[in-house]
């Protein structure tokens, strides 16, 4: 059965930046869609960051041009970079596939401070 492992969340000011890392395993990783979602205190979950088998990447408006999503084949890890913090990335960061069929991880808890 699958498994999704995140790390690398933590508290930092607004403007700051964070690396999350999301390790898979029982899953044939290279060819398959994966994402990073949030979910915000009293929220739904929401998609953040796409990036397909092939290195496509599609973004949340309101993570362009400050996240970058990467993956590692070879480490079964998906990346997702975030500059420029604001408040409102404060959430608990997931990773899964694209449609989100797996088990969800425990996710990494992000908290900006304004």
């Known amino acids: 059965q699958a498994q999704l492992a995140e790390s690398g969340g933590g508290l930092v000011q607004a403007g700051g930046s964070l690396r999350l890392s999301c390790a898979a395993s029982?899953?044939?990783?290279?060819?398959?869609?994966m994402a990073w979602y949030r979910q915000a205190p009293g929220k739904q979950r929401e998609l953040v960051a796409v990036?397909?088998?092939?290195?496509?990447?599609n973004y949340a408006d309101s993570v362009k041009g400050r996240f970058t999503i990467s993956r590692d084949n070879a480490k079964k890890t998906v990346y997702l970079q975030m500059r420029n913090l604001k408040f409102e990335d404060t959430a608990v960061y997931y990773c899964n596939r694209e449609p989100p069929i797996l088990s969800w991880g425990q996710g990494t808890q992000v908290t900006v401070s304004s």
């Open positions: 029982g899953t044939i990783f290279r060819l398959i869609a």
């Open positions: 990036i397909s088998s092939g290195g496509s990447t």
